[in-house]
């Protein structure tokens, strides 16, 4: 973010949305929605980059404008410019929208993707207000104009580099349900146990609200809005977050074993085979784990790079 | 939890049970007890996998009810509700605890073991409110309804793949003991000092209030209701702090290796050459890495354990 | 602790003991003082095994004596117990450190050392109140007799395993001293900015008030005594703990790598070279390390057992 | 710090003050120039190691002093003192700052680079309380004298060992912005749904306030001052503490594996086979442990650099 990034960079940034753009489909006969999809899908033309750009500033200057209009005092100093500029970013993304509806050749899939959906309720609140102030009445219209801030996860796109820790989520996605299982297990046997302990003359006014209490405790968070007063309780909560210091170890160690496993795949000391093509050879492997030919002699260059 | 298993996902789900019904000893002879075993203890059969969905479903269900009992709120306009649903979730729990003892081969195994217990506690507490309401006197009524939350340990059947993280907290157990050990230590002679360095007229009123505190402060949770007001107090916390941020580093250093340990066992990778003994070779390898020696084919038994 | 420990086990446990033993000398001739060195620093006979579960019971109970005093209400009514017992602890650990003193050949090493430093103290409080009470009255009598509770330290022969964690931090000092470096600075800096930005009339009285607040917030802790009211104090706040927190990945990292390669260090499999005895060689080496014979093949068994 | 370096460890807990030196330029004649190079950049002889230590010494003792001065007790006995002190202080810093100027081949680099404008910070402020004190009154005095606290900053050039840990931040930096990214992203819509949900009645008065919060809260650090009231509000805090959990297990892990690698790195065991090029021979290999061929021997200066 802060460094500058150079070109090959840039793609390697772009390339999750320059993905989107095949899944949706490229115009295949020239003229004015081939030249717009890579504009809007494309990184690689200086017009493809410029549109990056200000789509980017936009989004962060939008959602820094909802965060701002939340202050009261900004709120009734720079009011009339945040609706100025509301309306602005509102058009830019409702263009965006509907160019990038126009120009893909499986708009559906778009406007039911993700990012489809993120587009439109970027865009909904605003011209809602206009086009259907009754329902505004209805839904709270705060509650309504907050949904705007949305508008961050258009950023996403920009993420290609979080697949790496995404898929060592997802590897490790069933030992981290069992955690959570577990969690929630303790939690509510806690929760009950410090219900009966302490009891709502200390706060502990509901099962619920005891729970609330053990998931603050094991994480070792400890607001102190909820904290035990009896000695049996004191003991307790001692105990309870020992556990949870032992427990909490494991999405540590989860995460860090897979992350280790994830970086070592992409690593460059993968070697292929002269003869059947394999890759993925051990840095140790003398011979073609499938065709016992004999591998080329890792070189020294190669080795040290990582 | 979320995604929907498919069927050898859901056979290893239930493993743990099936495994629990060879212990206590499957009928031989054809009958209504093998029937019912089957429908039990296996979730092979149609009427197994129903069986084993009402369960859960009852389970989390009545923890529910007894959580949102515990509101006051919700307690007065659903009580009657509540109290119908309680009595057929412990005339479901009562027929399976029966059935279970009925069907096995070594029913006192089943009441004696830790799923008998929690099976027997599970249905005791509403039993005991209508055939032993002297005995309901004696101990607190709320207390008594409350146990029936441990039904949730009932959940622990279905985890069989806690038992990965479980045995890398088996095998490290040594290593936690000796690092509990310290932190305990730590924590007397921590509970002392503050107590003679704040004292009572600031909250450290005995030693043991000040080791609560101490183990608050040691695992960074921090409630805020105790907190040093000499000086001297505040420089012994941050240097505590500080010594149990290094400490703390241990559980998630000792738990992260043995899980790094532990999966490699589990994983495929884990062949080893007949020939040269050299370990290590990829799922997908044919031929030894280093000798070139063919490997001995990949069981897939061991292949899908992981 | 929990396990029942076996006899090897048990050997394993008192090890320490033992060598501190060796180091101060094993009196040669048989006679009074070696029958008494065999029971107090060996665990190999029955009366020696006895020595350290009497010693092993009596620190725990006289620490846990020193801690229920410091309760008021516990004070008042068993003072007179506690009194008797306390006579007790302190004449069966005085009489265990004048046997240390009179069996071993080098009693001035075992003076010295840590034992025998705090073998040492655990015995003073109570003598100094009886041969010395004027100077009880210069020192405060209640810090004095709270000295008491270092005896907890004496446990520490036991944990023979904690060495292996020992060494890990030994290993990794010179990281950590870095660490704690950087983390002190950062703390200075971020101290009297928050004391600028802050000021005294939030809380932040000065510097170092201000320093502990920085503490507290980096290793998320925070107590909830001393929190930013500014908006511009909120934001350095907020990128205080993220800062924190990238910051604080550090120890456990570090001791986390440490641990991996202590535990790799005393791996089973370390496989000894036939021809010029040569240990440590890696599990898949062929040839020998130092000399290049060729090593026996590693046994399936060692292979699979770590 | 508390270890008594010998005299390998001085000069590499000075490299980097000599590295800067060189980058600087040496004067190549003899004089006083080249003279007080050496005693000001170099540690191998006795003037620059005495150099040395009264400069750190200089710089603890003046920030202890800057720290001490915001205590009010202090600063109104000692106040003549610290003013003493101070100009001490500052003479000798001045005297170092323009003999480092003078002595290089190259001032304009040093006065430019990180160390120069540390230094020049350092002396600033008490010069600027003589010869522009109309200046002082612009800016708040305290705020600039409080400047001189970024001495501190002049320790880090004795940190050469930070540059592992460093490296491996460096290594990590993409990986820790997207990490960053992702938790900006969450603190927005946390921050933005926890203001609706709670409201202004609960002290959630703006968003910028409410990301405060969700960052205090999703990091464990829990300072308290605001906290959920309302039960979905509690409910949404216990699952953002939990989601905050699994996510900040990504920082532990991302940097524990570039430790773990940069650590392998610099290991003497990084030694490569000519023949058969396998690596990781131990650093007392004298054969390769695969095909028996005489390693390369280990250079003092790679086996010394850890």
Not at 34 to 46: D, G, N, S
Not at 211 to 232: E, H, N
Request: aromatic share 12%.
């Amino acid at each position: 973010m802060s460094q500058n990034p150079s070109r090959p960079d840039r793609y390697r940034w772009h390339a999750h949305n320059a993905r989107l753009g095949e899944y949706l489909g490229k115009p295949e006969e020239d003229g004015w929605r081939r030249r717009w999809y890579i504009i809007i899908f494309e990184a690689e033309t200086r017009a493809g980059r410029r549109f990056d750009e200000i789509l980017l500033l936009a989004i962060v200057t939008s959602v820094a404008v909802v965060m701002l209009d939340s202050l009261p005092s900004i709120h009734d100093r720079a009011g009339t410019l945040f609706t100025v500029l509301e309306w602005l970013f509102t058009l830019l993304f409702t263009a965006e929208y509907v160019m990038r509806i126009l120009v893909v050749q499986k708009p559906w899939r778009y406007v039911l993707s993700f990012y489809g959906v993120i587009d439109f309720v970027s865009i909904l609140p605003t011209w809602l207000a206009v086009f259907a102030p009754e329902m505004a009445y209805l839904v709270d219209v705060r509650l309504l104009r907050l949904l705007r801030v949305f508008r961050v996860l258009k950023l996403t796109i920009y993420f290609e580099e979080a697949q790496v820790l995404l898929r060592a989520l997802v590897n490790a996605r069933r030992k981290i349900f069992v955690f959570l299982g577990t969690v929630f297990i303790i939690t509510i046997i806690l929760g009950t146990v410090m219900y009966v302990v302490e009891g709502p003359q200390h706060g502990f006014t509901s099962i619920p609200v005891s729970m609330y209490w053990a998931v603050v405790t094991l994480t070792t968070t400890g607001f102190g809005d909820l904290v035990p007063k009896t000695p049996l309780g004191q003991f307790i909560t001692s105990m309870t977050i020992l556990l949870g210091y032992s427990i909490i170890a494991f999405p540590t160690g989860i995460i860090g074993a897979e992350l280790v496993n994830t970086m070592r795949e992409r690593s460059p000391k993968a070697r292929t085979c002269t003869h059947c093509a394999t890759e993925g050879h051990d840095a140790d492997a003398v011979f073609c784990k499938r065709c016992a030919t004999k591998l080329p002699p890792l070189s020294t260059e190669t080795a040290s790079s990582q």
